[in-house]
């Protein structure tokens, strides 16, 4: 084949490679479509610990000045009747320098926004002091869900997490929700020229609960007696971040190798299930069974009377020092003086005294027993 062949031959492979290439290209786009998803990320930076980021980033956008801080700081405000007040936390931690000098700038005209305490483990279901100097009286109630119904929305369940409160007949409530017989959700009170507004929870104000209609309806009907007249001050509690946790949801491809080598590890240097070698013989310090052994050994080999001698001797020294009279006698006397010590027949007695025949397995084993015996009652 010439060279000319051959270069028509590539090209003709080009080409056809192109309008398949060309064919494939029309294909996918007759066939697929272009799709745009957003995935909501988690939270990042402030507003992983700020619960009322959104709710301040969304005041700022509608134009109502708005700072988040995490104490109180009364002093901050209290030149400032206009301003609003949100305390997102547990009221029962605000000192009472602090709630004298809070009230006192909500009687000259501001407005603050305060729950109840959350539910805890100490069973307290009497209201703080802020709460009994607006006329929150009686005891915490149990949590009770409220219906919540938006025009144009679906229907909402608010204030499941918070305890409902009680109404004094002292406190000067503009509007209120709930009833006497379960307790209130939420009620405006006035103090002053200003207004209070006192809430079972603040749950349907966070991050993530802010994004839905009848939550940004209830938020705005919350802070509407200041909204727009001052500045509105957002304080809560830090919220700690678990390192744990963080290091669990994003530290996996670190630890996950890392904890299959150690266990690898630990697998080969482990103990083998079943070992190669049987386990040598411990060694044994009882006195008792070396003292055992060497009798068996001196019996099994046909000394029986050194045995016998040996249990003998033991009872006799015992009962010279115990009764040395007795031990200074002789022959059947001796045996007499025992026997009635003893309290044991004479036959008895002068039988384990005599040593037994060398092959008489029986009478050895009984003599030496009666002299253990008689050696124990001295």
């Known amino acids: 084949m010439s060279a000319a062949w051959r270069w028509r031959l590539v090209g003709l492979g080009v080409l056809v490679g192109a309008v398949l290439l060309a064919a494939l290209v029309a294909w996918f786009l007759h066939t697929h479509e272009r799709v745009e998803r957003q995935l909501p990320l988690p939270p990042q930076g402030e ?20 700072q988040t801080r995490q104490a109180l700081q009364p002093e901050s405000f209290a030149g400032a009747p206009g301003d609003t007040v949100l305390l997102y936390g547990d009221p029962s931690a605000i000192a009472i320098r602090d709630v004298n000098a809070v009230l006192a700038w909500v009687a000259r005209g501001g407005h603050l926004l305060v729950r109840t305490p959350p539910p805890g483990l100490d069973g307290d279901d009497v209201p703080p ?18 219906t919540l119904r938006v025009d144009g929305e679906e229907s909402h369940v608010e204030f499941c997490r918070g305890r409902r409160f009680e109404l004094d007949e002292a406190a000067r409530v503009r509007l209120r929700w709930g009833d006497e017989e379960h307790g209130y959700a939420w009620a405006r009170l ?22 839905e209609v009848p939550h940004q309806a209830l938020a705005r009907q919350l802070l509407a007696p200041n909204y727009g007249r001052g500045q509105v001050h957002l304080v809560h509690a ?73 249990a003998r001797q033991a009872f006799l020294a015992r009962l010279q020092r115990r009764d040395p009279a007795a031990a200074a006698l002789a022959g059947d006397a001796r045996i007499a003086a025992i026997a009635q010590r003893l309290e044991l027949p004479h036959m008895t007695v002068r039988d384990a005294l005599t040593a037994p025949e060398p092959r008489d397995r029986h009478a050895f084993f009984a003599r030496v027993r009666t002299l253990i015996q008689m050696r124990n009652r001295l």
Do not use: K, M
């Not at 690898?264 to 055992?292: I, K, M, T």
């Open 238 to 310: 830090p919220r700690a971040v678990s390192l744990w946790r963080e290091l669990l949801r994003r530290g996996w491809p670190v630890w996950l190798p890392l904890a299959l080598a150690l266990a690898a590890w630990l697998w080969r240097r482990g103990q083998r299930f079943g070992p190669w070698l049987p386990s040598p013989a411990a060694d044994r310090r009882s006195l008792l069974e070396h003292v055992r052994a060497s009798g068996e050994l001196l019996y099994r080999y046909g000394q029986a009377p050194a045995l016998h001698a040996a």
């Open 190 to 211: 006035a103090h002053g020229r200003g207004s209070v507004d006192v809430a079972a929870d603040f749950d349907f104000l966070d991050n993530e609960a802010l994004d």
């Open 47 to 66: 507003a992983a610990v700020n619960p009322l980021y959104a709710l301040r980033q969304t005041l700022r956008a509608d134009g109502v000045e708005a």
């Open 129 to 146: 002091p802020l709460l009994r100097r607006l006329g929150i009286g009686g005891e915490l109630r149990p949590t009770r869900c409220e």
